[in-house]
């Protein structure tokens, strides 16, 4: 299996544009979470999926932030309009099951945000 | 809830010495606990993981903790530190009620020095 795939790897946007990141798990994994990293925050949950169907976005910052997931196989993370304290590094991650297997995590998809 | 406290926030020792990472948790069941590693611009790895069976856990890269249920910790040693373990691990819990979240803590920055 290729791992959570992420794209892009990086992206540098100005103020105000939208921007949009991508995110395909693992084949079979049945949750998907959206996490940020940044230094002074750590990582922090924004949202997380079951069978697709979002369970909890009470992390999402605020209405810029939108996340969905058409299928199984495929999730985005929106942010309209983009501001300069959006610059993190966004991870996507897939589990099977509960937490009790751990969760398997992408590369990340660092942002930043002029 | 679940909660998890990394005790050092940094820490730094010479290459071929031993390495000790402390992890205190807090659950009010049977939790499961792991260990992430991120290596530089990328993204958590899992090093390993307790669910409820031996209480000596090994991972890769020769890594090892051990689950004290009387000391609530899962504290993460190496025999040896080699240059390439250089990174920030990540101590992890789950609250063991099937819960899919996964509660992380704030990291431990490890330097290896030559």
């Known amino acids: 299996d290729a791992g959570v795939i992420q794209s892009p790897r990086h992206e540098v946007t100005e103020m105000g544009q939208e921007v949009t990141l991508r995110c395909k798990p693992i084949?079979?994994?049945?949750?998907l979470f959206w996490y940020r990293q940044t230094m002074m925050r750590g990582l922090e949950l924004l949202i997380y999926?079951?069978?697709?169907?979002?369970?909890?976005d009470s992390g999402m910052p605020e209405d810029r932030f939108s996340a969905k997931m058409p299928n199984a196989s495929f999730s985005t993370l929106k942010i309209q309009p983009s501001e300069p304290r959006d610059s993190a590094v966004y991870f996507c991650a897939s589990s099977y099951g509960t937490g009790i297997y751990g969760y398997t995590f992408g590369s990340g998809t660092r942002l930043t945000v002029v | 809830a679940q909660s998890v406290t990394q005790l050092d926030s940094h820490v730094s020792v010479s290459e071929g010495t031993p390495v000790l990472l402390r992890c205190n948790y807090s659950?009010?069941?049977?939790?499961?606990l792991f260990w992430y590693v991120q290596h530089p611009n990328k993204g958590l790895q899992l090093l390993l993981k307790?669910?409820?069976?031996?209480?000596l856990v090994k991972g890769i890269n020769g890594f090892e903790a051990e689950f004290k249920k009387s000391e609530t910790s899962f504290h993460l040693t190496k025999p040896s530190a080699h240059m390439s373990d250089a990174a920030e691990y990540f101590c992890?819990?789950?609250?063991?009620?099937?819960?899919?979240?996964?509660?992380f803590g704030t990291g431990t920055r490890l330097t290896i020095i030559p």
């Open positions: 307790y669910t409820s069976a031996a209480t």
């Open positions: 999926f079951n069978n697709n169907v979002p369970i909890d």
């Open positions: 992890v819990v789950s609250d063991g009620r099937g819960n899919e979240k996964l509660t």
């Open positions: 084949s079979g994994h049945d949750y």
């Open positions: 659950s009010s069941y049977s939790p499961s």
